[in-house]
């Protein structure tokens, strides 16, 4: 109320209803209202916001109408798209409205994949990737080690994360003991096993931490960072697409998602049209050269294809195009328009 102080605990606001004007049908959905209170009591106009868990988009769609600058992260696939969906139409809306001098607006965004997101989302699928990719044998019934390569025990550490000590303790509590013992006796000097530990980054001292774990027995420790040592691994082939401009018409004529056609030939599958492959496909019809700003966004609903054919508008310069698809891997091109 007018006049009454801001208390610590906000009643007024109430859960989004499926039928509200807002609503974007996301499970999780926050009203604007909530935020914009939020945003404005710990920000400034041209502030950087940040959401580690975006959901629906309800942060950056906020920030960017209060002229904050914004960085939001999901691991959900549908909440990025229905993130991108949102903050198009936001930014359409705010490039038709007369500004203020002294308002600002930032209406650019553009999309990361990080790292290998669609790879390592999956912690399963992630690990038997590793394995295929760092060609380790698998060693049958062994609970503590995930294979052998080279002579060498190999560990595949939490892929989601960076690997701390408290990861070591299964390790350490698995280790052979009696068999280390045996091998100590008939060489004393030599290291009684040489274990290999495979982490997206990891605390400075995993090394030194599990040797010390061991003693008396001495082991060889290397540890394999993928993030820091990637350029060794391939994960990946690009995908490949073929993108015309055919009587006023921008067309897809073709789309191959290199690990998504391996993929579905493992797994004894086929798509009969390059459409069932893909996700989304987005457009700016007048790309910088720098930042992706799709004017065109090409989402379809469940059960329904992207259409592949796009109308060109007239005022149309270099053509940026952005086709990503089920596993979430992107292929991006540039066409000239005239």
Request: glycine residues 6%; contains cysteine; hydrophobic residues 40%.
């Amino acid at each position: 109320m007018a006049g009454v102080e801001l208390q610590s605990i906000w009643t007024e606001f109430v859960a989004l209803s499926s039928n509200s004007l807002e609503s974007e049908d996301y499970p999780t959905q926050k009203p604007e209202e909530l935020l914009e209170r939020i945003i404005k009591s710990s920000s400034n106009s041209n502030s950087l916001v940040l959401d580690c868990f975006m959901g629906s988009g309800t942060t950056q769609s906020v920030a960017m109408r209060l002229g904050r600058r914004f960085i939001g992260a999901d691991i959900n696939l549908g909440a990025i798209q229905t993130t991108t969906k949102r903050l198009i139409d936001v930014a359409d809306e705010l490039r038709q409205k007369t500004l203020d001098d002294e308002e600002r607006s930032y209406t650019g965004f553009e999309l990361y994949n990080v790292n290998h997101y669609d790879v390592f989302r999956n912690p399963v699928q992630a690990k038997e990737l590793l394995i295929e990719a760092l060609e380790i044998q698998k060693v049958e019934f062994n609970t503590v080690f995930d294979g052998e390569k080279d002579g060498r025990m190999v560990k595949i550490m939490p892929v989601n994360r960076i690997a701390t000590r408290a990861d070591l303790n299964e390790l350490i509590a698995g280790f052979d003991y009696k068999a280390w013992e045996r091998r100590k006796a008939e060489a004393p000097t030599r290291p009684v096993e040489k274990v290999t530990l495979v982490c997206m980054g990891h605390e400075p001292d995993m090394t030194a931490q599990l040797v010390l774990a061991a003693k008396p027995y001495l082991i060889d420790v290397r540890v394999v960072d993928i993030l820091r040592d990637k350029s060794n691994l391939e994960f990946k082939r690009d995908s490949e697409a073929r993108v015309i401009i055919k009587n006023g018409e921008l067309v897809i004529e073709r789309f191959y998602p290199m690990n998504l056609l391996q993929k579905l030939s493992l797994q004894k599958e086929s798509a009969g049209d390059w459409r069932e492959l893909v996700e989304s496909v987005l457009i700016d019809w007048n790309y910088d050269g720098a930042v992706l700003q799709p004017s065109k966004v090409d989402i379809p609903d469940k059960n329904e294809l992207v259409s592949g054919k796009y109308k060109v508008p007239a005022d149309a310069g270099t053509i940026r195009v952005k086709i990503t698809d089920l596993l979430s891997e992107s292929w991006e091109g540039n066409i000239e328009n005239g």
